[in-house]
């Protein structure tokens, strides 16, 4: 493994921790300074989609969530958020429009499938579930 591949995952681990400890001022700021340093970093457009939905910038998230899907389509996370984050919105119309494209990016992955055919269903019925 590279010295940039351990530093950028050392990165990765550290927005983890502090996402999951929900101190998005730690996060964002490590997730900032990744993008600044390259700004094709799908995960770092994940992650400050995620602070974004936290901080309820929605329009912001999506920004995020949509660039990281345009880095790598096979993201499922960045499908998935975007999806919910436009039912958070009651935009229905446009989340099963993002399922779709998903399913058109990924036609062989069954998780994306699976979405497609479960995820705004199931929002929809029991609210946020994480």
Do not use: H
């Not at 950028?8 to 700021?29: H, Q």
């Not at 999506?62 to 790598?72: G, M, Q, S, V, Y």
């Not at 994306?112 to 994480?130: A, H, T």
């Amino acid at each position: 493994m590279e010295l940039d591949e351990i530093k950028n995952k050392e990165i990765i681990e550290s927005i983890n921790k502090y996402l999951t400890m929900r101190d998005n001022d730690k996060a964002l700021a490590i997730i900032n300074d990744l993008l600044d340093k390259d700004p094709s970093n799908e995960q770092g457009w994940l992650y400050l989609g995620i602070v974004n939905r936290r901080l309820d910038k929605l329009d912001d998230a999506i920004k995020c969530f949509e660039t990281a899907t345009d880095l790598n389509s096979t993201l499922i996370e960045a499908w998935g958020l975007l999806t919910i984050t436009f039912i958070d919105m009651k935009n229905i119309k446009l989340a099963k429009k993002v399922m779709e494209k998903a399913v058109e990016f990924n036609p062989l992955d069954e998780k994306i499938q699976f979405y497609s055919e479960n995820l705004i269903r199931v929002y929809e019925k029991f609210g946020p579930f994480f």
